[in-house]
């Protein structure tokens, strides 16, 4: 790599485009722990029964159902900032009341009250998900979207360790009811993002009407060959992973006995640490070996690290094994998801970038979001070491789909070469 390069990567890498996407990416990636785990967390320090905790991971249905009203915020302008930073704005003005109310909400006294306020606060997550990736997708030049990705996994995972790791360590010494109120605050300070971001330039005018809005991204993707296929195997590609990792929170408090502040650091910090280092790796294996490969390679070792969990149930509570599992399978995993989401923006006409993202990836989320309840059954009928063999089982029929669509998934990026 020549000087010229160097400077072409840094120019790239620091400008405002990139700080706007830093901010943006942590306003995204804080409020939905706090509507699933660390929902779930809090949860699993009060008397409420493990098959009421389970239901709770379905106010994350939001997340797998945002392409419905995505057409709705492609269409529609607000009055204010934009038709991407006026979304934006507006989600998050909402957000930060829905997380202060969920603050003064008792959930051993008023339980039905939480999971209405956490719902809806992963409807209003999800949709300001949709704007700004949307937005981020109309900002970034195409030489700056390699770092664009790189960044914007970095920001999320941050802001997840945050709303995830770290509020469970302030909760365990200052309260719940202080932590929401600080996730609240410290989303306020991104809003900022909306405030100075750039307008997009435009080289397409927005749908006329609201059934283009509606029809035409989903027409251009289903007539594609085997574009069914293609929706099944994002379903199924992050399903067993998913399932391993459903009700960890519990895993590790309740059957393993580690406390908030441990669970807190050996399983949230660590595992979000590795899975952003095992992000950025696994975008350098898409420039040097495309789609196909990394996909394949990583969903193999996403279902073979599953069975670490297996081995932490059958020996009990061990630090050292739980630092171990933790590192192996988020590192891997945070290597399948960067590959993941490379061939989802992949697979995006660029007419329809909003509106198709928001179905890909909330297709991708159906199995986080769905597999809480039977997982709380089927643990209870057969226990956490059988449940995750279980778990290793579900991967594979999304390799052998894999495996069938390679010459299709491989004419959508083929690795780039030097010369």
Avoid at 129 to 142: E, H, Q, S, V
Avoid at 176 to 181: A, D, G, L, M, V
Avoid at 395 to 405: D, E, F, G, N, Q
């Amino acid at each position: 790599m020549n000087i010229a390069r160097y400077k072409d990567i840094w120019a790239a890498l620091a400008n405002r485009n990139m700080f706007i996407v830093l901010l943006l990416s942590l306003s995204s990636g804080l409020p939905i722990a706090l509507c699933t785990s660390t929902l779930q967390a809090w949860l699993a320090t009060t008397s409420i029964d493990i098959k009421t905790v389970a239901f709770f991971s379905l106010t994350g249905l939001p997340y797998t159902f945002k392409f419905i009203w995505a057409p709705i915020m492609d269409r529609f302008i607000p009055p204010f900032l934009g038709r991407r930073r006026g979304w934006i704005l507006l989600t998050q003005s909402l957000l930060i009341v829905l997380i202060i109310k969920m603050a003064f909400t008792v959930p051993d006294e008023q339980i039905v009250l939480m999971g209405v306020l956490a719902l809806i606060l992963a409807f209003c997550s999800a949709s300001q998900d949709i704007a700004i990736n949307a937005y981020t997708a109309d900002l970034l030049k195409p030489k700056e979207r390699g770092f664009g990705g790189a960044v914007t996994v970095a920001g999320y995972r941050t802001a997840m360790l945050i709303s995830g790791g770290l509020a469970w360590i302030i909760a365990d010494y200052a309260g719940w009811q202080f932590t929401y109120c600080l996730m609240a605050g410290l989303l306020g300070l991104c809003t900022v993002a909306a405030v100075i971001g750039p307008e997009p330039v435009w080289d397409k005018a927005a749908p006329v009407s609201l059934q283009q809005a509606v029809y035409l991204p989903f027409h251009e993707f289903l007539v594609r060959k085997q574009g069914w296929l293609i929706l099944v195997f994002i379903v199924l590609y992050k399903l067993g992973d998913a399932s391993a990792i459903s009700l960890n929170a519990l895993f590790f408090i309740r059957e393993q006995g580690f406390t908030l502040t441990e669970t807190g650091i050996l399983y949230k910090w660590l595992g979000i640490t590795t899975t952003i280092l095992g992000a950025f790796i696994g975008g350098g294996f898409v420039v040097t070996h495309g789609l196909y490969k990394p996909l394949l390679w990583f969903g193999i070792a996403q279902a073979v690290t599953n069975l670490g969990y297996m081995v932490l149930a059958l020996i009990g509570k061990s630090y050292v094994g739980m630092v171990a599992v933790v590192a192996i399978d988020q590192l891997v995993g945070g290597m399948g998801t960067a590959v993941f989401l490379a061939f989802l923006i992949a697979l995006c006409d660029n007419r329809y970038t909003a509106t198709q993202y928001a179905l890909l990836s909330a297709l991708s989320a159906v199995g986080r979001v769905f597999i809480g309840p039977p997982a709380g059954y089927l643990i209870e009928a057969i226990g956490w070491s059988s449940f995750f063999m279980v778990t290793f089982i579900v991967a594979i029929p999304s390799l052998l789909m894999l495996v069938y669509l390679r010459p299709l998934i491989e004419s959508y990026h083929q690795p780039e070469t030097t010369t």
